[in-house]
């Protein structure tokens, strides 16, 4: 099929909740994607962060045409190799004693306010309440768009579920207000993503640890867009050296398949008993083996390192653009996980660099977001820098 076919295709027949771009991709290979009509493009999008390794990263593909071959799924009333072994490798390498395997972020983030009140509710206690942040975004299931501190995802959904409360982002004080009798939990994202790139005080996670001690709450970190290396460590929350309660991952734990996961400590894990919570593809054997090559591979071959050292790059080179082109107000993020904040509607910026052959994305209007897959070569983010610099010179 041509880019005209599928566009006809899928806008005749699929409920249109997305702003798609005129771009039909069919294959890719590391940072480069095509379209259905033979023309290449960089993606500095990771197809919405989740291509860690880049697409089609051979190991991922191995370990699934592999687990392929063995058996595609296992229920859940029995065991699976491949989700033993995820979890392990998840604790071995996180603050968790505990994993939920799901499929996707805001399946994570479910199971997460679960199991949150199920920590309010033990012994009797009564309590429900979690405190979120003004921005965050924590997916699309109604407790999800509830959750998440973004008016316009609720709007036409109503009644939302109760016991949620919103504070501005990186504002510890403004959460101190906001407690309750009644709150059991505060839950944000380490560096909001789908919010503008917005990166708090280094102590912020470190303060809202001390204030969760201090009351008795959980910390519930959303990682689903900054964990797996996205920022440099293997989770963001290492950089701030705090141990969370519970943290929610999914987009590049997978390399480009659905799965979600939520870590815990033994203690509260422990809210969490047989029948509390399930899900039928959760722990998937298929998207499980993709996630531990997505792992060992994150682990092994280096791939953190040169995400620290092509962030730089990346945001040195943003960095010179701001200098030339006035239109770039501000450059901000961790690792790769970057945004360039811009005078005007970054919209246009995206398509013209599309025009060109790099995919980036627009968060908040005025945000230019930059995720290129953590195996992103120098020449590669080069590129992409020219390109952008011919979008933005008049
Ligand atoms: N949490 C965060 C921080 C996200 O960025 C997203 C997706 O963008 C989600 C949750 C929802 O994830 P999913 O779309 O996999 O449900």
């Not at 920590?119 to 009564?126: A, E, N, P, S």
């Not at 298929?286 to 730089?312: K, P, S």
């Amino acid at each position: 099929m041509t880019t005209a076919d599928i566009i006809a295709r899928s806008d005749r027949y699929l409920i249109p909740v997305y702003a798609r771009a005129p771009l039909a991709i069919v294959r890719g290979e590391g940072t480069r994607v095509w379209d259905a009509d033979g023309r290449s493009y960089l993606d500095f999008f990771s197809s919405t962060v989740v291509t860690a390794l880049g697409h089609c990263h051979p190991a991922v593909v191995a370990a699934i045409t592999a687990q392929a071959h063995r058996i595609l799924h296992v229920s859940n009333l029995h065991y699976s190799e491949p989700q033993a072994r995820l979890a392990e490798l998840l604790v071995t390498h996180s603050f968790a004693d505990r994993v939920f395997v799901c499929n996707s972020g805001a399946e994570a983030n479910e199971a997460a306010i679960k199991l949150a009140r199920r920590y309010g509710q033990r012994d009797g206690g009564g309590r429900f309440e979690i405190i979120t942040a003004l921005g965050s975004f924590h997916g699309r299931t109604l407790a999800t768009i509830t959750a998440t501190g973004q008016e316009k995802v609720r709007v036409g959904f109503e009644p939302l579920p109760q016991g949620f409360r919103y504070v501005p982002f990186d504002d510890v004080a403004a959460v101190e207000a906001a407690l309750s009798r009644q709150t059991v939990a505060i839950m944000v994202e380490p560096l909001q993503g789908e919010g503008g790139i917005r990166v708090p005080q280094p102590d912020y996670l470190r303060r809202l640890r001390e204030l969760c001690d201090h009351h008795d709450l959980l910390l519930v970190l959303d990682e689903v867009q900054t964990g797996m290396g996205r920022t440099g460590p293997l989770f963001a929350y290492e950089r701030a050296r705090v141990k969370p309660d519970i943290v929610t991952l999914a987009k590049g734990l997978g390399g480009g398949v659905p799965i979600g996961a939520m870590l815990a400590t033994e203690r509260v894990a422990k809210g969490f008993d047989i029948g509390a919570h399930a899900s039928t593809f959760g722990g998937n054997a298929l998207t499980n083996a993709a996630a531990i090559a997505v792992i060992e591979t994150l682990l092994g071959e280096g791939v953190l390192a040169n995400c620290e050292r092509m962030g730089e790059r990346l945001r040195a080179g943003l960095e010179r653009l701001r200098d030339k082109h006035a239109i770039i107000r501000d450059v901000r993020g961790q690792g790769l996980l970057l945004g360039a904040e811009l005078a005007k509607p970054a919209a246009p910026v995206v398509e013209r660099c599309r025009d060109a052959g790099l995919i980036i994305n627009a968060t908040v209007q005025t945000v230019l977001r930059l995720t290129p897959p953590l195996t992103v070569t120098a020449d590669e983010i080069d590129e992409g820098l020219a390109i952008l610099d011919r979008v933005l010179s008049p």
